[in-house]
């Protein structure tokens, strides 16, 4: 027994030793279009993914033939560890060589970027179910038909998409993504019924998703919006003051207090929608300022993102408290994570195929590396820029809502003001909290604890 131990982990390096060394052999500064094909099937067999992402990419950009299963099987490997995002930029007449499953799934995130529908659907539907992108293919489904209002269709594909995923976790319990887009998938039954504003549907089908979900912090905020269309502006607040704890202070949503101050409105609760108005003013608006001044100053340096993330992750370093505010919030992002997960694993293939013996290959490869790094430098860059764009537009759509809402506070405590109306505001009494057989009391003592996060109701008595 010991003795066959022994020769399988001789064995082991030997079959990495081979596949660099079959590849080393093939090399030529001019390959050719099978030569290629070898080189990279070879790398990728000696797990140099990233490495021969630039040859995979000469590969599917020379050659006019459909892919053979060993070539696409290297491809779907590389898209496993590397990401989607390093083919994304190709044309989609050289990715449609492709047969894999992944490959499928990039194609349709092309079209749906593009509003292509029914070609989105068309490679979505084509992706085996056995296929570890099939939960994420059947998501962006019923993605596509909560999109074009067909939500019955939409609510099947949620049901699916969760079932899939459940599937994939059981053999696979370590994965936060599976979990996550789980837990998406049951916010999507929930969305489509808010859109067909079927609010108390939609209202317990939220609560459904467990606090334990990474997605949870993010659906809260959801939950309060459809909270406000029930007329439940206590129960809105209640969930929206949640976000004043300490384990959500990596999370930038200006829109949350918005929702506070029309909460506070819809109670005619004037003088405290005023309050939060002013607040808001006061932490965002010089900040916000001087960052669309830096955005506009450093919108064509990629570079420059990526430098400034890296620079707040090690130093802490930003602009202002709102810069640095949008850059933590960006840093938490599943996405992110993934992306800087594939930046790490690209070094540290650097690291080992620097440890190979010299020659005119392992220079080429060193090369070809490093192109992968910067395209994923690049890629980290173009992310963060994006977010913060986002971010930024999200807070400039906030303070309209804040102007309106200033305004229109203004105008109704001058028609009270007139009305004489000497409403005795009592607050705190638990007759004017509604619930449903999902939502129970507790009272509240003055600290934050996970498990009552999103369960606060407020108590207070309409000024109306």
Known sequence: MCKRIFIFFLLCPLVSFSSWRDAEKTYDSRLSNSELRNIVIELVKDNYVFSALPWMKEYLIKDTKQLDRRIDSALSHMISVAGTKQFETLPLRFLKRSKSDNMRFIIAKKYLRDNDYSRALNYLENISSSHEVFPYAVHMQATIYTIIGDTKKADKLFDRCRTASESQISRDKKSRK????????MAGKARAEFKDRNFDKSDLLYLDIPKSSPVWPEILFEEAWNSYYQKNYNRALGKLVSYKAPVFNHMFNPEIDVLRALSYMKLCLYSDAKSVVQEFYDKYYNDAKSLRLYLL????????????MMNYESRSKSENSLHALMLK???????FIDLKRQFVSASKE??????????R????????LQEAIVTQKRILGAFVKQRLLYHYATLS?????????????LSQRKAKLYSFDENNRSRGDIKYIERNEKQYFWDFNGEFWADELGDYVFALRSEC
């Open 397 to 409: 759509k906030a303070f309209e809502g804040m102007s309106y809402i200033n305004l229109e506070v």
């Open 178 to 185: 599976l979990k996550m887009n789980r837990d998406y998938c």
């Open 361 to 368: 290959f392992k220079r080429a490869t060193i090369l070809n």
């Open 297 to 308: 100053r450093h919108k064509r340096e990629i570079n420059h993102f990526y430098n400034s």
């Open 350 to 359: 650097y690291d080992r195929l620097r440890q190979r013996p010299n020659s």
């Open 329 to 335: 919030s960006v840093l938490n992002e599943e996405a």
